[in-house]
T-cell receptor, first 111, second 110 residues
Framework: EAAVTQSPRSKVAVTGGKVTLSCHQT?????MYWYRQDTGHGLRLIHY???????EKGDIPDGYKASRPSQENFSLILELASLSQTAVYFC??????????FGSGTRLTVL | GQQVQQSPASLVLQEGENAELQCNFS?????LQWFYQSPGGSLVSLLS???GTKHTGRLTSTTVTKERRSSLHISSSQTTDSGTYLC????????????FGTGTSLLVDP
């Protein structure tokens, strides 16, 4: 079974602070993604990557950076966390046009 | 405007009844996927159906690409089917930039 592990499961951050969300996959997939989920908006793509050391902007990249240091690891970085970034964040991996495998999500609260 | 619209927003069934969920999309989609989100929040892919009809277990999806709509039929619903069903289309034409709808929340009562 494909596995995508996110850490932490939940986090409380202060406005203006730096937050790093981590994702690790053991699927040997090339593609990795970061989505955020807010009530009423469904899931929205923040950043994605199709190869190590390269990331691409998704639909809502403002305020977020991404890092893909290896095929297995993909991080989402909030340099200056803001209240509007309170959400649940999901990491996923896939082969190019195949099934997405999601992590269990990180609930981020920015105070 | 919203590119993927799902209806109904919520649905309540008695166990054993069938469910019909709709997904309409406003742009050309080369890929369409249905996902299930559990009440606890975990997400799993149900099936991929860019066109035609596909079956898996008690699920049947029918996508009419030129009419930009897809449906997900759940037969003989069970309480464990309760959760949110999400439809997503790929706008990249390359299979990796999904746009999600806001989902249909399904509650199956015993």
């Amino acid at each position: 079974e494909a596995a995508v592990t996110q850490s932490p499961r939940s986090k409380v951050a202060v406005t203006g602070g730096k937050v790093t969300l981590s994702c690790h996959q053991t699927n040997n997939h090339d593609y990795m993604y970061w989505y955020r989920q807010d009530t009423g908006h469904g899931l929205r793509l923040i950043h994605y990557s199709y190869v190590a050391d390269s990331t691409e902007k998704g639909d809502i990249p403002d305020g977020y950076k991404a890092s893909r240091p290896s095929q297995e690891n993909f991080s989402l970085i909030l340099e200056l966390a803001s209240l509007s970034q309170t959400a649940v964040y999901f990491c996923a991996s896939s082969e190019r046009a195949e099934t997405l495998y999601f992590g269990s999500g990180t609930r981020l609260t920015v105070l | 405007g919203q590119q993927v619209q799902q209806s109904p927003a919520s649905l309540v069934l008695q166990e054993g009844e069938n469910a019909e969920l709709q997904c309409n999309f406003s742009s050309t989609a080369t890929q369409l996927q249905w996902f299930y989100q559990s009440p606890g929040g975990s997400l799993v892919s149900l099936l991929s159906n860019p066109s035609g009809t596909k079956h898996t277990g008690r699920l049947t999806s029918t996508t009419v690409t030129k009419e930009r709509r897809s449906s997900l039929h759940i037969s003989s619903s069970q309480t464990t089917d309760s959760g949110t069903y999400l439809c997503a289309i790929d706008r990249s034409n390359m299979g990796y930039k999904l746009t999600f709808g806001t989902g249909t929340s399904l509650l199956v009562d015993p």
